[in-house]
């Protein structure tokens, strides 16, 4: 069974930074594409970051220029870089990987960890 386990979150000022790492832990053929997710209070799920098999990687739009997302393919890890983080970034955060597991595929979603841009 696959599991995700983040970590990083937390409580920082607007302009400050935070980086938020995610371990795919568990048996599995390989990994696709590897993405972080954001859901405020009131709002749906959005995408912040994605990188595929390929290293290709997509941003959310008002993350752009701001945050950047990094793979280790060797380790099956991904990191958010999160720079001039402003208000409007708080969110839980989830970390989301679409598994092949040679038979199938399967997206599977980490536990979430909060993050507060507060002054």
């Known amino acids: 069974q696959v599991r995700l386990v983040e970590s990083g979150g937390g409580l920082v000022q607007p302009g400050g930074s935070l980086r938020l790492s995610c371990e795919v832990n568990?048996?599995?053929?390989?990994?696709?594409?590897m993405a972080w997710y954001r859901q405020a209070p009131g709002k749906e799920r959005e995408l912040v970051a994605l990188?595929?098999?390929?290293?290709?990687?997509t941003y959310g739009g008002p993350v752009r220029g701001r945050f950047q997302v990094t793979r280790d393919y060797a380790k099956n890890t991904v990191d958010l870089q999160m720079d001039n983080l402003k208000v409007e970034d708080t969110a839980v955060y989830y970390c989301k990987a679409n598994v092949d597991y040679q038979v199938g595929y399967l997206d599977v979603w980490g536990q979430g960890t909060q993050v507060t841009v507060s002054s």
């Open positions: 990188t595929s098999r390929g290293g290709r990687r």
């Open positions: 568990g048996s599995f053929f390989a990994i696709n594409d």
